[in-house]
């Protein structure tokens, strides 16, 4: 009964002066409503990067020039950006020593300038072989991919990713049959790939596929390969797969030590620990310039409350003459800025998740909320309120009475 009392006695204090109430408040609503938001946001980047990689397939492992990190047991220094070639490919194919191993996909991949009439774009282009369909889960939503005969023959085709065609050939258009020109050729349309959503210059809906030999020998004129694609047969099988390849290749390109590997292999459980630090460590970065706002709005909290105890100075001191003891006092003051904070924490939260809402409707990504953040701000606000109340709670309890009935 003694606690309601002292609740509804702060709520009354606060009421008194609604603008400096509401001004000391706000300062707790921005700072928990951007920790929810940010929070939410750098979450919900981190779901959808772990989505799209996903979405290429968990046994998908990827061959590239350079140095090889720890992974499946071969680890490699820096190397040439030439070192993998369309004989390494084949014979990952073929050899005996590979058994684990269900589609090969050797890839050349390039920036270049594509005209189609009076639109132009700056895409990807990659060359790429028929596995490169089942090896990335790729899927068409019109025409057809890149097949044997393309290979043999040299042809001239191109297949769009979705953001490409409708930036050449406008939204809704079907771009099956046109032609483009990709660094001055002329490329015919021969089909368009299904959207796996996903943004940047990595994106698969931003790419352009062409047949290997066509951008190898015709197009950029280039002997090696940016990149091996491997589908393994299962996923219990990554470790073992990543060995074989590795020391296959250290073989073939007469290594003994694979410290002095001239490539690396990763898998999609590697790329997807590196892509959670990255979005890991965004996720903390927002949350701490969020955290900055809430200890602004605890020092503004404190300097309300202190200027709280100067104007009541003499109703704390006829309090203390008729026997209020220091304790009471203190949970006084406590009560109101736990008060202040606990109102801004919950109106915070509820803008935060309503401002995320938004962002999501307008960015087109997913809505999650993390419970647990949530009650870790609603805590670090009545937390905030009990550290930041309690110096001028302290100080109001230790108000001599006859000096404070004195205070002018």
Do not use: C
Request: charged share 15%; hydrophobic share 45%; glycine share 10%.
């Amino acid at each position: 009964m003694r606690l309601i009392k002292s609740v509804k006695s702060g709520a009354r204090s606060l009421l008194a002066n609604k603008m400096r109430t509401g001004l000391a408040i706000l300062g707790v609503i921005i700072g928990i409503g951007s920790v929810i938001a940010l929070v939410s946001m750098g979450q919900a980047s981190k779901a959808a990067v772990q989505s799209q990689i996903q979405s290429i397939g968990s046994n998908l492992l990827t061959i590239t020039p350079g140095f090889q990190v720890s992974s499946g047991g071969v680890r490699g220094a820096m190397g040439q950006a030439t070192s993998l070639t369309n004989d390494d490919a084949q014979a990952i194919k073929t050899s005996s020593q590979i058994t684990t191993i269900k589609n090969v996909s050797p890839e050349y991949s390039s920036r270049a300038q594509v005209v189609a009439g009076r639109n132009n774009t700056n895409s990807q282009v990659v060359g790429v072989e028929p596995a490169y369909l089942e090896v990335r889960k790729i899927s068409l939503s019109a025409g057809s991919f890149v097949t044997s005969q393309h290979l043999n023959s040299l042809s001239r085709v191109a297949v769009l990713g979705p953001n490409v065609a409708e930036d050449l050939f406008g939204e809704g258009a079907n771009p099956v049959g046109q032609t483009i020109r990709i660094e001055g050729k002329n490329f015919q349309v021969i089909g368009v790939t299904s959207s796996k959503g996903g943004s940047g210059a990595n994106s698969q809906d931003d790419q352009i596929y062409i047949p290997l030999t066509t951008a190898q020998k015709q197009l950029f004129g280039a002997k090696h390969l940016t990149s091996i694609a491997l589908e393994a047969e299962s996923e219990g099988v990554m470790d073992l797969a990543q060995n074989q390849v590795g020391y296959l290749l250290l073989a073939r390109h007469n290594l003994s030590n694979p410290e002095e590997a001239d490539f690396r292999i990763m898998s999609q459980a590697d790329i997807l620990e590196t892509a959670s630090q990255v979005t890991g460590t965004f996720t903390t970065l927002l949350a701490g310039i969020a955290a900055i706002s809430l200890l602004v709005g605890g020092i503004g909290i404190m300097n309300i409350m202190l200027m709280s105890v100067t104007e009541r100075t003499r109703e704390i001191g006829l309090r203390k003459a008729l026997g209020a003891k220091k304790k009471t006092i203190i949970t006084q003051f406590l009560i109101e800025a736990i008060i202040l904070t606990f109102t801004g924490g919950l109106i915070g939260i509820i803008l935060g998740m309503i401002g995320f809402y938004a962002y999501t409707e307008i960015a087109g990504s997913e809505f999650i909320i993390s419970f647990p953040s949530v009650l870790l701000a609603f805590g670090v606000s009545t937390g905030i309120g009990i550290l930041f109340g309690w110096y001028p709670a302290q100080k109001a309890a230790n108000l001599q009475p006859i000096e404070a009935l004195r205070y002018e």
